[in-house]
């Protein structure tokens, strides 16, 4: 299955998703425990993509590697996806293209190492702007289709996946406080 428009939405949620779940247990933006409920919606997700074809599961397996390897799997909903994830993957197996998954999970290891760099050295400019964003994963697909190991389609699921992470990085999730705010209106 070619992702297509609905998958590349789909790719998109999961992104925006994943995001949410860490803000939650980081920044305490978003209700841990609507995150925990929203955990195992997103690790159906994930698996649905990475059954939908080998490529989608390529991409996914990296992020979720890459992931395990840098101990980014550090809060209850994370663990509890993990667990649901990897549990699929011993049932029903996902196709992956192994010399990809290597080389895009290294990646994504380098990328995840060098955003903590700039945040422990308080990078600045251009410097911080690549390493914080992820440039290594983002490339390594560019050059898997460049090399014809993976299509266009996926290329776009990955910048979509990672466009929707990022915003949700940079978008201040309110709910938390204005549960809050809206609860002391209502007793002024």
Known sequence: MNPGLIG?????????????LDRAYDDRDLDRRL?????PFLASLWIYLSLSNAMAATILGAIFLSSML??????PAFKFS????????????FEMLILPLIFLTFLGS??????GYAGRNKLQGYKAFILEHRFGMKAGVALLYAASSLDFTHVLALYSFDLAYEAVSKWR????????????????
């Open 82 to 93: 993990a667990i649901i994830i990897g549990g699929a993957f011993l049932l029903e197996g």
């Open 35 to 39: 995150a925990f409920l929203m955990a």
């Open 110 to 115: 380098l990328d995840e190492f060098a955003k």
């Open 70 to 75: 840098t101990r980014k799997i550090d809060n």
């Open 8 to 20: 590349l939405i789909l790719f998109a949620v999961l992104g925006a998703g994943i995001k949410a």
């Open 173 to 188: 999730i309110s709910y938390h406080g204005t549960a809050q705010g809206i609860a002391r209106e209502e007793y002024s």
